[in-house]
Nanobody
Framework: QVQLVESGGGLVQPGGSLQLSCAAS????????MRWYRQIPGKERELVAS???????TYSDSVKGRFTISRDNPKSTVYLQMNSLKPEDTAVYYC?????????WGQGTQVTVSS
């Protein structure tokens, strides 16, 4: 029912920056809890950041101070600004929405940090 489409991934050098976008369908984006996850092959999917309908944000310790999550409700879009990127940030990044007791996922976008 709800569709999420990520974009903005790519190859970046250590210390560089990248901004991911997640465009959402539906009429109830404003009340959704939005999250960014990431996954490295062979490892569990990791929660990176979240933002509530009241714009309260949380971050994992590994990205705190470097990443910023934000949302633009008129555009039904959530962003993840990633600065000071490290090789350890290399992963597939997934957008997630929790709405009306349902969980929705995007297809993922690859981020590679390498020199």
């Amino acid at each position: 029912q709800v569709q999420l489409v990520e974009s903005g991934g790519g190859l970046v050098q250590p210390g560089g920056s990248l901004q991911l976008s997640c465009a959402a369908s539906g009429r109830n984006f404003r009340i959704a809890l939005m999250r960014w996850y990431r996954q490295i092959p062979g490892k569990e999917r990791e929660l990176v950041a979240s933002i509530t309908s009241r714009y309260i944000t949380t971050y994992s310790d590994s990205v705190k101070g470097r990443f910023t999550i934000s949302r633009d409700n008129p555009k039904s879009t959530v962003y993840l600004q990633m600065n000071s990127l490290k090789p350890e940030d290399t992963a597939v990044y997934y957008c997630n929405a929790w709405l009306m007791s349902m969980d929705y996922w995007g297809q993922g976008t690859q981020v590679t940090v390498s020199s």
